[in-house]
């Protein structure tokens, strides 16, 4: 019903930059919070930054200052734009989106497939 398409991740050496994308596609009645979570290879998954529909932000200590999380409502697209890459950001990062299908229904939580994200020292 509703699907999560992530793209932006890649390569990129340390002090570096990228930007996500992920946007909502199928039947939206309308989307509230979005977000961007990371997961690392035996780490549990761990929340990068959220963004209401009204435009409040909330980002985790580690990323502060250096990400930027932002959103198309009328595109139902959030964006992170990844600043002074560091090692330590290598990881696969989920879109998440709470996203009600319906007037009728409540808010449902989806997932991307996930985009890598590489920082090389």
């Known amino acids: 019903q509703v699907q999560l398409v992530e793209s932006g991740g890649g390569l990129v050496q340390a002090g570096g930059f990228l930007r996500l994308s992920c946007g909502a596609f199928?039947?939206?009645?309308?989307?509230?919070?979005m977000g961007w979570y990371r997961q690392a290879p035996g780490k549990q998954r761990e929340l990068v930054a959220t963004i209401t529909s009204g435009g409040s932000t909330n980002y985790a200590d580690s990323v502060k200052g250096r990400f930027t999380i932002s959103r198309d409502n009328a595109k139902n697209t959030v964006y992170l734009q990844m600043n002074s890459l560091k090692p330590e950001d290598t990881s696969v990062y989920y879109c998440n989106a709470a996203v009600k299908i319906t007037v009728f229904k409540g808010l449902s939580d989806y997932w991307g497939q996930g985009t890598q994200v590489t920082v090389s020292s």
């Open positions: 199928g039947s939206i009645f309308s989307i509230n919070t």
